[in-house]
Each structure stands twice: as C-alpha cells, then as structure tokens.
C-alpha cells in the first residue's frame, strides 16, 4: 500500500496571504494525484487531478505541481472560504490512499 | 446538475448488517466507475471500495474484503454496499462518489454524495 505523508498536519494564514501544502508518496505515483477540499459537515470537493490539473468549478488560484513523489498544492491570496481541510489521494495503484490532511486555518 | 444521495446508515450491534444505497441522477450512470469511500469520526478518508461502469471490475481495501460487497443496479442508476460482520471500526461517515472519468476507471472522483453515517455498537 502507498502511504502518503502531507505537511504540515495544520498552517495557519491569514487572508490574503499565500499557502503551500505538501503530500510525499512513498512510492512513485507518476502525476496520478488529486486534491480534494473538505469542509465541515461536507463531502470532499475535488479541486485538482493529474497533480496539476484544475477541477472544473476549482478557482484559478488553486495550482497544484510535482511527479513521482513530492507534490504541491498552492494557494495564491487566500479567500476566506478556502479555510478547511485538505487532502492528497493517489490513485496510481489500488488502495488508493489518502494523506491525512492539512488543516489550514487562519491566523 | 449530477445527484448522489446515500441512504441505508444507521446504528448497528457488532457482528451486524446493513445496506447502504446511493441513487444517482442527472448523468449516464452505466457509463461511469462508482465508489464508497469512508471516513470515521474525526478521522481522515478511507477508500472502501471500487466498481467499474459495466460492474465487472471490483476492488477492495483490505480492511473489508471478504466482508462488504459492492454492487450496481445500472438499470435503476443505484449504487449499493452490502456490510456484513460489521466492527466497531467500520464507524463512519460513508461517502458514495462518481468517477470522473466517462467510460474509464481513473480513480478520482467528481462528485460526492453528503454521505450516511454507519454507527457500530451494542
């Protein structure tokens, strides 16, 4: 089973500000890569696949890069309802896996 | 706009059963792969389970083979989880999604449900 690792567990930004969050892949997953927001009470929201591909609906200041192991989602200026809970899921090999998510919370 | 709504959850003794349901709509349901995917209490996500568009492809996480069964009625755009011998860590919120990827199973998905919470215990 891949295991994947993201960082940090929480960030904490203000509005307006940027974000960098980090998924590692214990094995190479190509760019079979996506991430998903999720909100309290909500079901997760897919907002980028093929590890830099945006969703359709994902606002253009969502970007996501990387192959292979080491990935990067990226927000420019955060909005308020950014603030939630992100998640990597590779789906390069069944099971696919899960990070444990990032919390990004404002500071 | 493209619905899925799960239904089926609810409080179960150990050793139990249950069936979840999730009836999709506004998309060619036999033309997608469909998935349950789980996430306990305060917990993270957990992919259950897998099936392709026809039905003929189905995969299982560890944690549940042997024990659940994913199915599809495509004639009544249904997407069902048979769980039997139910634990105590099967607790959680099950989520059904679509696949986003038309005719191919790519294995991330578009759309989710708002879920149905499965509750084990005596």
């Known amino acids: 089973e891949i295991v994947m690792t993201q960082s940090p567990a929480t960030l904490s930004v203000s509005p307006g500000e940027g974000a960098t969050l980090s998924c590692r892949a214990s094995q190479s997953v190509s760019n079979n890569l996506a991430w998903y927001q999720q909100k309290p009470g909500q079901a997760p929201r897919l907002l980028i696949y093929?590890?830099?591909s945006r969703a359709t609906g994902s606002p253009a200041r969502f970007s996501g890069s990387g192959f292979g192991t080491e990935f990067t989602l990226t927000i420019s200026s955060l909005q308020s309802e950014d603030f939630a809970v992100y998640y990597c899921q590779q789906y390069n090999n069944w099971p696919y896996t899960f990070g444990q998510g990032t919390k990004l919370e404002i500071k | 706009e493209v619905q899925l709504v799960e239904s089926g959850g609810g409080l179960v003794q150990p050793g139990g059963s249950l069936r979840l349901s999730c009836a999709a709509s506004k998309f060619t349901f036999s033309s997608y792969a469909m998935s349950w995917v789980r996430q306990a209490p305060g917990k993270g996500l957990e992919w259950v389970s897998i099936?392709?568009?026809?039905?003929?492809?189905?995969y299982y996480a560890d944690s549940v083979k042997g024990r659940f069964t994913i199915s599809r009625d495509n004639s009544k755009n249904t997407l069902s989880l048979q769980m039997n011998s139910l634990r105590a860590e099967d607790t959680a919120v099950y989520y059904c999604a679509k696949d986003a990827r038309w005719e191919v199973l790519v294995g991330y998905s578009d759309c989710w449900g708002r879920g149905t919470l499965v509750t084990v215990s005596s």
């Open positions: 099936i392709s568009g026809s039905g003929g492809v189905t």
């Open positions: 093929g590890a830099s």
